[in-house]
């Protein structure tokens, strides 16, 4: 089982990136799919989350209007869309697979730097 975050790096404030999670070695269409993330604060924190079929989305209060989840079923793949970043978006960020049947799995996380 992998997950394989990509997308992070350094932006302006203001500025937009966009993540991607791969899955591969579990039936990713079965699992729902979240993003979190570790600041300064060191508590990892739900961002994000997507249904298994992409029906439902929901998001952290911080980043409703800003973020955007979605995934690729044919491609085992979940993007994060993030624009107007501020600096207090800085922190690592954490792709999760989670299944009530299956388990639950992480990736290794992705540096995001909001800073001018």
């Known amino acids: 089982v992998q997950l394989v975050e990509s997308g992070g790096g350094l932006v302006q404030p203001g500025g937009s990136l966009r993540l991607s999670c791969a899955a591969s070695g579990f039936s990713f269409s079965s699992y729902t799919m979240t993003w979190y993330r570790q600041g300064s604060w060191k508590e990892r924190k739900l961002v994000a989350g997507i249904s298994s079929a992409g029906g439902t989305t929901d998001y952290a209060d911080s980043v409703k209007g800003r973020f955007t989840i979605s995934r690729d079923n044919g491609k085992n793949t979940v993007y994060l869309q993030m624009n107007s970043l501020k600096p207090e978006d800085t922190a690592v960020y954490y792709c999760?697979?989670?299944?009530?049947?299956?388990?639950?799995?992480w990736g290794q996380g992705t540096q995001v730097t909001v800073s001018s």
């Open positions: 999760n697979a989670w299944s009530h049947y299956y388990g639950n799995y």
